[in-house]
């Protein structure tokens, strides 16, 4: 596994597929996967044969050629160089491009960008993964990576939302991390048809349920804006201080390195500032309404 991906939270490194973070490099589409409704995950390999080196938590610029570009997160194993996974939810024109395209079509990549995931800040903790719908594809590559480094951790907990049953993101995967005995996986809808005999309500309330030593957890938060309120504040109630909480946040992000100032909050540019960072950081701006 290549060293970059062990280097301390928040360091430099230096990615050999990042040359010129300006020019994108060409991808091959070799799986279109459809996931739930309006939401499909692209598999690609890289034209010029090189490797793709990523880490849990960073984002790419996708293109789509003649349409434009998008911020997406990486979703995919970061211990597989040979594929990058994508999971997009259709929701703006250059994404509904993106939906039309097959296995065969070319599309671009610019990255990867983006402060990851601290994964060794949780070394000898307990992990608690607080997330809900597409915010799970975000928060895979770092499930993935602390269920491969399982001996470093203490608990492992994921609380998981959706709006229905119709929508559970990766539901397969989810049945497979619940039938590990080493992991807990918490799933909740807020909406059930009659008969459901899963949980059903908020996410905050899977946070009040789940078995995890508040003053010894690291939790990972990847919500909307407005949902990452109450997850925090589930936290803050269970005894998670401010500095063990970990959240991803998401603006329109157009450059990718903090030319264009679209993503701007506050003092911070969440492209390159981001999109990950540790809530005591960021809690006297992020409370701020409108910022």
């Known amino acids: 596994m290549d060293s970059a991906l062990l280097s301390p939270a928040g360091a430099a490194a230096d990615f050999s597929n990042k040359a010129d973070p300006m020019v994108p490099r060409p991808f091959r589409i070799v799986r279109r996967l459809r996931e739930v409704d309006g939401c499909f995950t692209l598999v690609l390999e890289s034209l010029d044969g090189r490797p793709y080196v990523f880490r849990p938590g960073q984002f790419n610029m996708l293109y789509v050629f003649g349409v434009g570009e998008v911020a997406i997160s990486v979703s995919g194993d970061c211990r597989d160089p040979n594929r990058l996974v994508h999971t997009v939810r259709e929701v703006g024109t250059v994404t509904r491009a993106m939906a039309a395209l097959r296995p065969g079509d070319s599309i671009g990549v610019r990255g990867p ?3 990851p995931w601290p994964i060794e800040e949780a070394y000898g903790h307990d992990v608690l993964f607080v997330t809900g719908t597409i915010g799970l594809a975000p928060l895979r590559p770092l499930i993935m990576e602390v269920l491969n480094r399982r001996e470093h951790f203490g608990k492992v907990v994921l609380c998981y939302g959706s709006r229905g049953t119709h929508d559970i993101l990766y539901e397969k995967q989810l049945h497979q991390w619940r039938g590990r005995f080493d992991m807990q996986v918490h799933v909740t809808v807020h909406s059930a048809p009659s008969g459901y ?3 059903v309500g908020s996410v905050a309330n899977l946070v009040k349920i789940a078995r995890f030593d508040p003053e010894q957890t690291t939790a990972y938060v990847c919500r909307s804006e407005t949902m990452t309120r109450p ?19 998401e603006r329109n992000m157009k450059c ?11 003092g911070s540019f969440m492209c390159k500032d981001g999109p990950v960072y540790r809530y005591d950081t960021i809690e006297h701006v992020f409370s701020v309404r409108e910022l």
């Open 113 to 115: 960008f983006g402060h």
């Open 197 to 199: 005999r899963g949980r």
């Open 256 to 266: 990718g390195v903090g030319f264009c100032g679209h993503c701007q909050m506050g």
């Open 231 to 249: 997850a925090v504040q589930a936290l803050y109630e269970r005894g998670v201080t401010a500095d063990r909480i970990y959240v991803t946040l």
